[in-house]
């Protein structure tokens, strides 16, 4: 064989030719067949255009020359979707849409016929690769319409205060819960981790509107907060005033009675002994009444039973005598 370079000839062996070219077939052989799977992957090995199997984290080796196609799939990697905005930077294709479209996608109705702005994320993992690459033409697509489905009907069965205000966490559990569920259903090959609500507002013209309703529910719960701690601290207070005003009569009202009980069965005595000698009874208590009586009288005038007046023993002045 004549090998031309410039302009010289040189004659170079067949087999020598053959060698070199079988030479550069093994290496290019050898170097297709190595292949490295990263440590968060799972590789899908198709044959022929076939699946033909799965290959975990490390160096592995397939059919060189195209006979064997591997596709990285990141089975331990978590993945976000967001819907109704764009976080800038992702490098999920998947992860957000146009603006046009967030703005489709944000805009729903409430139950009781009223708009709200919904934004909110989905956090997932790719649970089974080949069933996320070969049972549905654009798995992540798919996802997101199911997402948005799920959360448009959620929000579609509850009022407007409902998703604005208080039933948030509700919303997140029940979207969460259908969402997988669907996801299982059809088979998609992923596993939802989680489901967020970002932002919800009700539509730009009427956000002033919205703002002074909030407004004034905060300051009826404030008042009514104020409201109770006053009724916490009188009420208490009034029930302890009652309380003790109770206590002190019921004390009263047993002194009363022991008082009385006492006095009753004083008199019961002294009845019992004025019924065993009733005329020594009558003197003795004729005496210790007047022994009582007579120390607080200052003037004391005693008289024979056969006086004729008192007139001449007072010792009235004449003015008063005259008259």
Known sequence: MVIRVGNTFYRVSSRL????????????????????????????????????????????????????????????????????????????????????????????????????????????????????????????????DLSESVMREVVGDRTVDEVITVGRQEIESEALAKLQSMVQRYGLGVSINQLQLKNVNPPPPVQPSFNEVNQAQQERERLINVANGEYNKAVPRARGEADQKIRAAEGYAVKRINEAEGDAARFNAVFAEYLKAPEVTKRRLFLETMKDVLPHISRKIILDEDAAGVLPLLQLPSGETSR
């Open 17 to 144: 030719v053959l060698a070199v070219v079988l030479v550069l077939a093994g290496i290019v052989a050898v170097s297709s067949m190595v292949y490295t799977v990263q440590a968060e992957y799972q590789a899908v090995i198709l044959r022929f255009g076939r699946f033909a199997g799965l290959a975990d984290p490390g160096l592995r080796f397939k059919l060189p020359f195209g006979i064997d196609k591997v596709i990285m799939v990141p089975v331990q990697r978590q993945l976000k979707q967001e819907f109704g905005f764009g976080t800038p930077g992702a490098t999920n294709p998947h992860q957000f849409t146009s603006s046009s479209e967030q703005e489709l996608e944000r805009s729903m109705v409430t139950g009781d016929l009223n708009a709200v702005t919904v934004e909110w994320i989905i956090q997932y993992r790719i649970s089974d690769p080949r069933a996320y690459l070969f049972e549905f033409r654009d798995p992540a697509t798919t996802l997101r």
